[in-house]
């Protein structure tokens, strides 16, 4: 079995920064692509950044600039550090990642979100 833990959210002033970690832990071959996304209060999950396993990145345009994310793949984590942080960054922020068993199965997990609160 896979989960995905997510840490380093809270509350922080506009203009300050986060970083979040996500952590894969079970029976884990390798960590596939992964993926932050986040929920703000009455709005559907959104994409925020993605990292391949190559370690090529994507992000959405609406945090182009300001987020970063990584991955350490000996730790089975990825990483979204988020800089210059706005207002309309609040959500709840999940993070997603494929994942290869040691049964050699693939699949898509998620994990519980982690609340960023961002004040003006």
């Known amino acids: 079995q896979v989960q995905l833990v997510e840490s380093g959210g809270g509350l922080v002033q506009a203009g300050g920064s986060l970083r979040l970690s996500c952590a894969a832990s079970?029976?884990?071959?390798?960590?596939?692509?992964a993926n932050w996304f986040r929920q703000a209060p009455g709005k559907q999950r959104e994409f925020v950044a993605a990292?391949?396993?190559?370690?090529?990145?994507n992000y959405a345009d609406s945090v182009k600039g300001r987020f970063t994310i990584s991955r350490d793949n000996a730790k089975n984590t990825v990483y979204l550090q988020m800089n210059s942080l706005k207002p309309d960054d609040t959500a709840v922020y999940y993070c997603?990642?494929?994942?290869?068993?040691?049964?050699?199965?693939?699949?898509?997990?998620w994990g519980q979100g982690t609340q960023v609160t961002v004040s003006s």
């Open positions: 990292v391949a396993s190559t370690g090529s990145t």
């Open positions: 997603n990642a494929q994942i290869t068993t040691t049964h050699f199965m693939s699949q898509n997990y």
């Open positions: 079970g029976s884990i071959l390798r960590m596939n692509g």
